[in-house]
């Protein structure tokens, strides 16, 4: 049911959670207003998948024609031993996902997924009032002096109120910090290679030709490090993601370029088909060290309350960090979209009800990846690998929790059913 009267929300960060968002709560009739602290709208040069949790939102939200237009399907999830590429598991994916949970799983360059959202948010034949978006708008504090009427104040001194204050802004909230909750921010001794490889400078080399014959994504597993690719933009690039020891001085700084050498290093010793592949990394990465927030259900305050890496910040391990916070999206659009200005506290309180322990749990499920990937060899790797052979899922978290996603209220969703593009 619409509400009787509609009413505007905040939004501080202008990420994938904070777009899919304002999206969803515009299309439920709310008045959305973003607010981001860079200059431009954006997202890193990086890839970013979809498993069918969050494609069947992002379906749900109408963004099929334009999904359809940048997306890639992997046909399987390949897993490898380090040192000789021996195959431990094959999962399909393609169509036997589309089937069994009525949903795709998805690749993606980040800015073209970023740009999809963004656009839809200010579609002016879109459902729902247009997204209101400010650059430049970096959130340095709230007043609450009404607590009915949350006002985010930028740096510069512009102030922005509304009904309902989200901050999707990120591993480091300054909301979360604002609204005085605990630390929780853990680093993870770890830090992520990332790069994108010209996908003809793959095709190129007959030792790595064969990760564009088929489109699939594939995982390595070796003691302490794990190595993650997959094509995107159909093999303009393959996207790598390498997880290692960390060497960044985390005090000084949590991010910084990388060159192909490092990588090829950190992964000697290992099958040569990796050295192949990443030795042409160069002028294309970079490395970002690895935090991560501890579970903790405390989200909301009154009419001010968390969403995505702002409140569940997990490690990269089961790729689910931006599909948690649209997972969040679409529950506080179903949540906030069915109450009047007076429900929106219950609203909220409902919102974390339904997603803090569900959303906690893949943080968890992240985090023992860690170990469970990283496994030296030996009786335990052994077993492990048994593990991935004959479970659907990863460490104890099964594909059809994960992927099955939190009930929704409304889950007939037409435009998401198989057979799709009908
Ligand atoms: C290597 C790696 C691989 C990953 N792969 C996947 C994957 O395949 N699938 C997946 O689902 N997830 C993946 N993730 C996780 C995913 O990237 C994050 O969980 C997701 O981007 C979080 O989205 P967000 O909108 O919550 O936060 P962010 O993307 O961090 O967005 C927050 C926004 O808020 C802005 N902001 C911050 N502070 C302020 C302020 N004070 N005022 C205004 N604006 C502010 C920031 O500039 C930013 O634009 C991966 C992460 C890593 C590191």
Redesign the pocket.
């Known amino acids: 049911m619409p509400p009787s009267q509609s009413y505007a929300v905040t939004i501080?960060?202008?990420?994938?959670?904070?777009l899919t968002t304002a999206l969803a709560l515009r299309q439920r009739g709310l008045r959305t207003i973003v607010?981001?602290?860079?200059p431009e709208l954006g997202e890193v040069g990086a890839g970013?998948?979809?498993a069918p949790n969050?494609s069947r939102i992002l379906l749900g939200l109408g963004l099929r024609r334009q999904l359809e237009a940048i997306h890639t399907e992997p046909q399987d999830q390949v897993r490898r031993r380090w040192h000789d590429g021996a195959i431990i598991a094959q999962l399909p994916l393609g169509e036997r996902v589309k089937r069994k949970y009525n949903a795709p799983y998805w690749h993606y360059h980040r800015a073209d997924l970023h740009r999809v959202l963004l656009d839809a948010c200010l579609d002016g034949e879109g459902v729902g009032p247009v997204s209101e978006v400010h650059t430049s708008?970096?959130?340095?504090e709230i007043d609450r002096t009404d607590p009915t009427r949350p006002v985010a104040v930028s740096e510069d001194g512009r102030r922005f109120d509304a009904d309902v204050l989200i901050g999707?802004?990120?591993?480091r909230?300054?909301v979360r910090d604002l609204m005085g909750l605990p630390d929780t921010l853990e680093f993870s001794g770890e830090m992520?290679y990332?790069a994108l490889i010209p996908g003809d400078k793959i095709a190129a080399d007959p030792a790595t030709r064969f990760l564009l014959d088929r489109l699939h994504s594939t995982i390595w597993y070796g003691p302490d490090r794990h190595l993650v690719h997959y094509c995107i933009r159909g093999g303009e690039y393959l996207n790598v993601?390498a997880i290692v020891p960390n060497t960044l001085d985390v005090e000084q700084t949590w991010t910084g370029p990388a060159t192909a050498d490092e990588l090829v290093e950190a992964y000697s010793g290992w099958d040569d088909r990796v050295a192949a592949m990443l030795s042409k990394a160069e002028g294309d990465a970079s490395k970002?060290a690895?935090f991560r927030r501890r579970r903790d259900p405390v989200w909301v305050d009154g009419h001010v309350a968390l969403?995505?890496?702002?409140c569940h910040?997990m490690l990269?391990y089961q790729?689910?960090?931006?599909?948690q916070?649209m997972e969040d999206a679409a529950v506080l659009a179903e949540e906030l979209g069915g109450v009047t200005r007076d429900g929106i506290a219950g609203a909220l309180t409902r919102y974390v009800g339904r997603r803090a322990k569900h959303a906690g749990m893949v943080q968890d499920a992240s985090l023992r990846n860690k170990d469970f990937y990283h496994l030296p060899d030996g009786p335990e790797q052994e077993e492990r690998d048994r593990v991935l052979r004959e479970f659907n899922g990863e460490s104890d978290v099964s594909y059809d929790w994960l992927w099955n996603g939190t009930p929704l209220n409304d889950p007939d969703l037409e435009s998401f059913h198989y057979p799709f593009g009908r």
């Open positions: 501080v960060g202008g990420g994938l959670g904070g607010l981001e602290q860079a970013i998948q979809t969050a708008a970096k959130v340095t999707a802004d990120g591993v909230s300054a992520a990332r993601v970002w690895m969403l995505g890496d702002a910040a990269p790729a689910q960090g931006a599909s916070a």
